[in-house]
């Protein structure tokens, strides 16, 4: 019988030997690469904290020690070991979450998968712990690069200044190579720096070498000062304990036995307590560790046995981008590029390896990223930072600030922008057309097609004194939806066959094609409709206004929250113009959208066709003060 069956919770574990422990990691790895091959999902980070996160499971009594991921794509073995083992449907409509969730298990906390917040909740329930004299413990795990968050560091800056306060943090460094050896001797000192009795040594001894006259002071410093240079020259540790943090590491990550000694210890040490774990991602699984990009990070659906991918998909939004940045790199030598750590998903892998001096991977530092592309700006080049749209929410005071009020001609491409569906809440783009509308001078595009990426992204580049926007959707692009006619700056997609129009239906970014089928559900009811693509989102077009007035209705529809949204700006500008025209705006309600996939996530919010054409029917019967049959019953076969 599979152990792996046999655990339903932590306290399962207790009953094993390290041998069954290591029986079991093993048959963890299996079960990983057979149920994330079939459903895809983040493979290499899991692969690599097998050990790690048994061991933290037989130290610590979760839940109610808190154990806190950063990044939360880590957590796999985490749900496998707390009663989770039904992976079938992993990321889809029903099944388990990509990351931690409250509403899947007590053991989960922190859900939002936006890296390098994990110490800062840490330090918050430390103190809570601390304040209602709980007993608990907090451990905090951090890797995959989320160090590199400033976030993080402020964090330890607080968590440092209580030196009785517990709480330990899990540093998971997967560097591709590391030295047993090396790890070995760092634990057998960490067993003296965390031990009450050598801590009550250095004290007395300090006290009596101060009252030493003359040679005390200088003798201890010289003592002191040798301690640390030992300590630093067999361990990176350095910059922890200068924060005033007790250093325990490096640990082989694979050392189950090595492991659970180390973080016995610094849960018993009483205050804050680095312990630094070295994993090898991939761990297990040679397709992986041969992927010399991100050792599998994150797949899609893959053959188990060799790690390529089941089917091949057309070209997607972030390729097209990709490939217009290298020729935009060979036409302007001014073009350089910002990545925050994503240097392949965001597509400027190409761009790297063809310019690899004008590329600068500012780690997951969002905020710097911002600010670093205004000085790049300011000193006579055009930075490109390329970002998920969920992750440029945390750097907007930076674009508002930094960039927009010095009018810096910085282009940001935002990438997996609108529903994404499968990674749940944290990882919908649906803010960004929301929040970016109140940033003065800034200029928003929303690409239809590749043919657009490509030709707005250059439109971006030429702007020298404002911030621009370019945003695009995540997977497969479409083909090209052409445009029959131009009125300003916008691009009409179809024309209403008749002087006097019904429905001016203004379509955002990628919706094209829906809106499209839209116009055609509505002609089957009488409805004429001009649909247009406005190309360009903020500033509103000057001939939006005038072509609206030619219309009885107007309709927008968005990727993007409904809430200060491109319908909320329109219906602004309409306004100010004084044009006063029913308007309804579709898009994303104001809430946390479960995962699901991206159909399924639309389907749910009324974000189709036929649900928005039977909207729209409804508003022009009303306007005409009788009744028509909706534009969806046209189409829905009759039943029984």
């Avoid at 050392?255 to 210890?265: G, V």
């Avoid at 010399?292 to 797949?299: Q, T």
């Avoid at 965001?346 to 670093?372: C, M, N, T």
């Avoid at 043919?451 to 497969?476: C, H, I, N």
């Amino acid at each position: 019988m599979p152990l792996l069956t046999r655990i339903r919770g932590p306290r399962d574990l207790d009953r094993l030997t390290l041998e069954e422990l290591d029986r079991l990691a093993e048959e963890i790895r299996t079960f990983l690469v057979e149920a994330v091959s079939k459903t895809g999902g983040h493979l290499g980070p899991n692969l690599g904290v097998v050990e790690l996160t048994l061991a933290l499971h037989r130290v610590f009594e979760s839940p109610r020690d808190k154990v806190l991921w950063d990044t939360g794509h880590q957590s796999y073995v985490h749900k496998l070991l707390t009663g989770r083992q039904d992976f079938s449907k992993l990321k889809m409509k029903g099944g388990l979450s990509g990351y931690p969730s409250q509403a899947e298990s007590e053991h989960d906390v922190i859900e939002n998968s936006h890296a390098s917040t994990v110490l800062g909740w840490a330090d918050g329930l430390a103190k809570a712990n601390q304040l209602r004299k709980t007993g608990d413990h907090v451990v905090a795990v951090i890797g995959d690069g989320a160090l590199t968050g400033g976030m993080a560091w402020e964090a330890l800056n607080n968590i440092a200044d209580a030196k009785d306060r517990p709480l330990v943090i899990v540093v998971n460094d997967n560097e591709r190579s590391y030295s047993p050896t090396i790890g070995g001797l760092a634990n057998h000192l960490a067993t003296l720096r965390t031990t009450d009795g050598y801590e009550r040594f250095l004290t007395r001894t300090k006290d009596l070498l101060e009252r030493t006259p003359v040679v005390g002071r200088p003798l201890y410093g010289t003592l002191h000062g040798a301690k640390k240079g030992l300590k630093d020259f067999i361990a990176p540790q350095g910059m922890f304990e200068d924060l005033g943090l007790k250093y325990v590491g490096p640990i082989d990550g694979h050392d189950i036995e090595a492991l659970e000694s180390a973080l016995t210890r610094a849960k018993g040490f009483g205050g804050p307590v680095i312990v630094h774990c070295l994993t090898e991602k991939g761990r297990g699984y040679q397709p992986a560790l041969a992927d010399e990009a991100d050792r599998f990070h994150a797949v899609g659906k893959i053959h188990p046995d060799t790690g390529l991918p089941i089917a091949s998909s057309g070209a997607d939004w972030t390729s097209v981008f990709g490939e217009e940045m290298v020729k935009l790199g060979e036409e302007r030598e001014d073009v350089v590029a910002i990545t925050a750590a994503m240097l392949q998903p965001v597509g400027l892998d190409r761009f790297a390896k063809r310019f690899p001096d004008r590329v600068y991977d500012v780690g997951i530092a969002e905020q710097h990223g911002a600010v670093s592309a205004a000085g790049l700006a300011h000193g006579g080049v055009h930075p490109v930072f390329a970002v998920y749209a969920t992750f440029l929410n945390r750097a907007f005071d930076q674009v508002l600030m930094d960039v927009a009020l010095h009018k810096c001609g910085v282009t940001f491409v935002l990438d997996r922008a609108g529903i994404t569906g499968t990674d749940g809440a944290s990882h919908n783009g649906m803010w960004d057309m929301s929040i970016l509308q109140v940033v003065p001078g800034l200029r928003l595009a929303a690409p239809r097609d590749a043919d657009q990426v490509r030709a707005q992204l250059r439109e971006a580049v030429e702007v020298t004194d404002a911030p621009t926007v370019v945003r695009f959707s995540k997977g497969a692009v479409g083909p090209a939806v052409p445009a029959v006619g131009r009125v300003g700056g916008m691009d009409v997609l179809r024309e209403p066959g008749t002087d006097t129009p019904d429905v001016l239906l203004v379509s955002v970014g990628a919706l094209a094609p829906m809106c499209l089928e839209i116009a055609g559900l509505l002609d089957r009811q009488g409805i004429s409709t001009t649909v247009v693509d406005p190309r360009w989102v903020k500033p509103v077009d000057e001939a939006m206004a005038p072509l609206a007035e030619k219309h009885r209705v107007v309709v927008t529809v968005e990727d993007n929250s409904r809430v200060g949204g491109v319908g909320s700006t329109i219906a602004q500008a309409l306004r100010d113009a004084g044009v006063d025209l029913p308007l309804r705006d579709f898009g994303i309600p104001p809430r946390f959208l479960d995962h699901a996939s991206r159909a399924e996530v639309m389907a749910e919010i009324g974000l189709t066709a036929p649900d928005i054409a039977r909207q729209v029917t409804g508003l022009v019967s009303k306007l005409d003060g009788g009744y028509a049959r909706s534009a969806a019953e046209s189409v829905e076969p009759a039943r029984d």
